[in-house]
């Protein structure tokens, strides 16, 4: 039976889903406590740290390159053993120059995983499907996330299981998701062998536009908007994990009806309910002046990102079948562009005025809007924006 289910490339995908949040999410859960009382990190070592692991998102577009060597389902495999390898050796090397080493590796498979993932969406399952398929992936990564939390609470508080232990299990965990997937699943096919070079096409601008963007909202919230529950509003460990429980379920359900919205609705319209929203909503950060409030928009800005499956439904249905991995891989170092200068240039404004951090996250929320209605009701190949003549 188990063997029947892994023939079906949406199965192989859930699977892959599941396989990258269990090291990462360990690896992010536990990372900032072993930094500090294993290894003696001081904020500039873990400035670097979280540096270091932006840059193989940067680099997202090797992956191409990677196509000349191996297939992409083998990428996958080699890409979820470095995130296992890197989540489960770091409590071995307990150093500061260890630890720099184990996160590398493992943000290049998480990174590189998360780009062959979105690749192979686009290339297995029909574009009418795609939308809900890709709701279901996010809400078992959102599962498998909750599921890692609540394990590592146990085996860290009540088992008081020791680093090393932690990171190995959740590591090994992830290699052997990847064996089955490998070793268990056929080598599925797409609807067209994929090109083996970088590909940038002028009619795809607006999508990269959108994508830059996108990835410059999501530096504000995971960098500033956390920050701000916790040095604004005094949120506690126990209050933001509990912020961030309530986040997780919701995905769960949520996801797989945005999916369904996306179907239903179409990219455009979606597009411009989520980039309202969060015009809306980081207007409030701005001005938000208590602490439930905050958490409310906390949530519901999670919520709103979930609607990003309009941007890859969208990417589906204007770009050639051969173009999706190197289409996934470019669009990963254009998201991540931001990561590399947001931080840090926002950080300096963040001394000066919290409240204008925001207001810059909704003026790029804005900018996403009016863009966003250059987006055809019904994209296509040769109608990839309102301006094309089809």
């Known amino acids: 039976m188990l063997k029947q289910h892994l023939q079906k490339p949406e199965i192989f995908l859930y699977l892959f889903a599941a396989a990258v949040p269990i090291s990462f999410a360990s690896w992010q859960a536990l990372i900032n406590n072993f930094a500090v009382e294993q290894v003696g990190f001081s904020g500039i070592e873990i400035g670097i740290m979280q540096s270091l692991r932006e840059v193989p998102g940067f680099l997202a577009f090797g992956v191409v390159f990677l196509l000349l060597l191996m297939r992409e389902q083998t990428i996958a495999f080699v890409s979820l053993l470095a995130l296992g390898i890197g989540t489960a050796i770091t409590g071995m090397l307990p150093s500061v120059m260890g630890l720099y080493f184990t996160t590398v590796l493992m943000s290049v498979g998480f990174h590189y995983a998360e780009t062959i993932s979105q690749s192979l969406s686009l290339q297995l399952i029909s574009r009418e499907r795609l939308p809900q398929v890709l709701g279901r992936q996010i809400a078992v990564g959102a599962f498998t996330g909750l599921a890692v939390f609540a394990a590592i609470y146990i085996l860290a508080e009540w088992l008081a299981l020791d680093y090393l232990w932690v990171y ?97 609705w179409g990219e455009k319209r979606t597009l411009t309910l989520e980039y309202t929203g969060l015009v809306i909503i980081f207007t409030a950060y701005a001005f938000a002046e208590v602490a439930w409030f905050a958490a409310l928009l906390y949530i519901v800005d999670h919520i709103f990102f979930a609607m990003a499956i309009a941007l890859k439904s969208y990417l589906k249905k204007i770009a050639d079948p051969a173009d999706m991995a190197a289409t996934a891989g470019v669009s990963f170092t254009i998201n991540h562009v931001a990561a590399v200068v947001l931080p840090f240039a926002l950080g300096l404004l963040w001394v000066v005025s919290p409240s204008l951090v925001f207001l810059i996250g909704a003026v790029i929320a804005f900018a996403s809007l009016i863009l966003s209605q250059l987006v055809p009701g019904t994209p296509e190949r040769g109608m990839e924006t309102v301006f094309s003549t089809g």
């Not at 994508?211 to 949120?235: C, D, H, N, P, T």
């Not at 994990?241 to 009806?257: Q, S, W």
């Open 168 to 264: 190995l299990l959740f590591g090994c965990v992830t290699i052997v998701i990847a064996w089955v997937m490998y070793f268990g699943c056929p080598h599925f096919k797409g609807e067209a062998e994929q090109h083996k070079h970088m590909v940038l096409r002028k009619r795809y601008w607006l999508y990269y536009l959108l994508i830059f963007l996108s990835g410059a909202r999501r530096q504000i919230f995971v960098v500033f908007a956390g920050f701000l529950m916790v040095e604004k509003f005094g949120y506690t460990v126990g209050q933001m994990t509990l912020l961030f429980l309530v986040n997780g379920v919701l995905t769960i359900y949520l996801a797989p009806r945005i999916g369904r919205l996306v179907s239903y």
